[in-house]
């Protein structure tokens, strides 16, 4: 048990308990002031509503491709599959040409939609929240698509591939 004031709480430490969370792995892409295509991987995609269809994810607010996610109206989830750990740190790589050689199609407005990825939604963004050092920007769905792919989760700082718990007959629902 960890019990502190906010000020007291020990970022590190705050940061591992976060990892308890298992979460999929998406690359989040859009476009710079002059068109140039950027993307960022993140964990902290969430599905939020079914009606309307609502997705939040949340940024860092000193990223580099801040601005640009800041400023467009539209960026897509690109749920990557367990075969592509290496394009989740491609694109946790501050600086490097994220896109050299990476296999995209243009989705809606020319944002960039990674191949052979789990999945795919692409939304317009209708609200940006402030998130103490990081802005959390809800987006509406206008497309989606899924294929047959497994996805990568991330859990305790380490990627991990799922498979279904032993006493899984099917979800609630
Ligand atoms: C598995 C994983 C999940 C991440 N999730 C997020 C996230 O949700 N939000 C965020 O701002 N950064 C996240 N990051 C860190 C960014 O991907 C990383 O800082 C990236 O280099 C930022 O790119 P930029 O500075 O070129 O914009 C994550 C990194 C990894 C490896």
């Known amino acids: ?36 295509p950027c993307g960022v991987t993140a964990n902290s995609f969430s599905s939020v509503s079914l009606d ?9 607010l000193n990223a580099r491709s801040f601005p640009a996610f800041s400023r467009h109206e539209r960026f897509v989830v690109n749920v990557l599959a367990k075969h592509q750990r290496e394009l989740s740190q491609r694109f946790a790589t501050p600086g490097a ?28 963004k209708v ?27 991330f859990g305790g700082g380490r990627y991990l591939v799922t498979r279904a718990h032993a006493e899984a007959a099917g979800a609630p629902g």
């Open 1 to 36: 048990m960890h019990a502190a004031t906010p000020s007291a709480i020990d970022r590190r430490r705050l940061r591992d308990v976060f990892g308890t969370y298992i979460t999929g792995v998406a690359v989040i892409t859009t476009l710079d002031a002059e068109g140039r």
């Open 52 to 60: 309307p269809p609502l997705v939040l994810w949340s940024q860092a």
């Open 97 to 124: 040409d994220k896109f050299a050689g990476v296999e995209c199609r243009p989705g809606i407005g020319g944002l960039p939609m990674l191949a052979d990825c789990c999945a795919h939604f692409e939304c317009r």
């Open 127 to 153: 609200t940006t929240w402030p998130g103490g050092d990081h802005a959390v920007f809800l987006g509406l769905i206008e497309r989606f698509e899924r294929s047959a792919a497994e996805g990568l989760a």
